[in-house]
């Protein structure tokens, strides 16, 4: 990885390039970040720097966050996220990250949290088709459907689609481009869809596979 920033997704809309072509894009606030820690392989064993995001109030910050942030000569953040660089060493404790990191045409990786959906049914959760709402179907439009064999195997396999709980889990979305970046405003739009409810945090790298 050669760079990273955390952000907080503000929502959609869209923007339109020199041809008036529309380009639907999700709206990062990206930064400030400061750098809380740097961590190198002399003390941890490995080279990272750790980015604090979103300032926390003075009395919901434990003494050991911060202590932590004072060592830094910065306010106690709400998130701490940990990027491990090929290259550390244009960093330093206290150094400000903005927006700027990134430019337009710049291809991502954006980590978010998707929204929970709770526990759903195997038509939600999995896009099965429901069954025909006719000639005797019955009550069971929106079930399973056939769970495998009677007297052998006589059991259901493992990992077989059916209902359960729905989002709220960690997903990465690849190669998206950047579209528009404002420094002064720590705006980064990104082309297409981020994970994630309005609000949520994301966090944004250069792209592994570009």
């Not at 919901?60 to 701490?80: D, E, V």
Request: proline residues 3%; glycine residues 12%; aromatic residues 6%.
């Amino acid at each position: 990885m050669k760079k990273g920033i955390i952000g907080k997704k503000v929502g959609m809309t869209q923007i339109f390039d020199e041809s008036g072509n529309v380009i639907p894009v999700t709206v990062i606030e990206a930064g400030p970040c400061v750098v809380s820690q740097v961590k190198t392989n002399g003390t941890d064993g490995y080279e990272a720097i750790q980015l604090g995001f979103q300032d926390l109030t003075e009395k919901k910050a434990t003494k050991p966050q911060t202590g932590h942030f004072k060592k830094a000569g910065s306010s106690a953040k709400k998130y701490l996220k940990e990027f491990r660089l090929e290259d550390i060493s244009g960093y330093k404790m206290g150094d400000i990250l903005k927006a700027d990191l990134f430019a337009a045409g710049d291809k991502v990786d954006v980590t978010g949290v998707t929204k929970g959906r709770g526990y759903t049914g195997s038509i939600k959760r999995w896009n099965h088709t429901i069954l025909r709402m006719t000639h005797g179907t019955g009550p069971i439009h929106r079930q399973v459907g056939s769970m495998g064999s009677n007297t052998s195997p006589a059991r259901v396999f493992k990992n077989k689609k059916m209902a359960g709980q729905y989002g709220n889990e960690q997903v990465t979305v690849l190669n998206l481009e950047v579209a528009k970046v404002s420094a002064e405003n720590n705006i980064i739009a990104v082309k297409g869809a981020v994970p994630g409810a309005r609000g949520g945090i994301v966090i944004l790298r250069n792209s592994v596979k570009a």
